[in-house]
């Protein structure tokens, strides 16, 4: 099975503009979700979706929005693009295997804002 | 709420020496637990996991188990070599969802 797959792998932003990540999941993965890694930080969750719909969200400001499509691909955006969006984006797909969810990652999309 | 402690680094160690990388998890219910490692350049692979009390999770050589009473899920490693050298996350998810929650990760180098 192919992995998760994220596009772009590197982009380059100024500040104030928009921008639209994508991710692939494993093929059989309804659920994706969202996260943001910077050296301070860590990984931060973003949010989730589940067959089309937003099931979980984190802790950031409404700049950052996401969707997934029918055939279960997901896009997040940030829009107004500030210094600190700089970060590298990972997209994880799961599935539910015994009594837990495991999460799969893609590769990440690293942002620069600059 | 639901949270994950682990050490902080970095760690650096010969090749051949054991590994240590603990980890202490706060959870309301009843949580599943994972270590997730993470080479350069890449996103985070599940390295193992396990989903209840006393489980023993293990893959290539790592192995971690599920301590209820101390609240750990420490990760060990009897002989590391210099291809482990990564970044290490404990993570947690609660059995409700899929809400992960990671530790702030544990950079690892093994030097020849």
């Known amino acids: 099975k192919a992995g998760v797959t994220q596009t772009p792998r590197y982009l380059i932003k100024t500040r104030g503009q928009q921008v639209t990540l994508s991710c692939s999941p494993i093929s059989g993965h309804r659920s994706v979700s969202w996260y943001q890694q910077t050296p301070g930080q860590g990984l931060q969750f973003l949010f989730e979706?589940?067959?089309?719909?937003?099931?979980n969200k984190g802790n950031f400001p409404g700049r950052f929005s996401g969707r997934q499509f029918s055939n279960s691909r997901s896009e997040m955006n940030v829009s107004t693009l500030e210094l600190g969006d700089s970060a590298l984006y990972l997209c994880?797909?799961?599935?539910?295997?015994?009594?837990?969810?495991?999460?799969?990652f893609g590769p990440g999309t690293r942002l620069t804002v600059t | 709420g639901d949270s994950v402690t682990q050490m902080e680094g970095p760690v650096t160690l010969s090749e051949e020496a054991f590994l240590t990388i603990n980890c202490t998890y706060t959870a309301t219910g009843y949580p599943s637990l994972f270590w997730y490692v993470q080479y350069p350049g890449e996103g985070l692979q599940l390295l193992l996991k396990a989903t209840k009390a006393d489980d023993k999770g293990s893959n290539k050589g790592f192995e971690a188990t599920y301590r209820k009473e101390t609240t750990s899920f420490h990760l060990e490693k009897g002989s590391v070599q210099v291809s482990d050298s990564a970044v290490y996350f404990c993570a947690l998810s609660v059995l409700t969802g899929n809400q992960f929650y990671f530790g702030t990760g544990t950079s690892l180098t093994v030097i020849p």
């Open positions: 979706y589940f067959s089309e719909t937003q099931r």
């Open positions: 994880a797909s799961s599935i539910m295997s015994g009594y837990s969810y495991e999460q799969y």
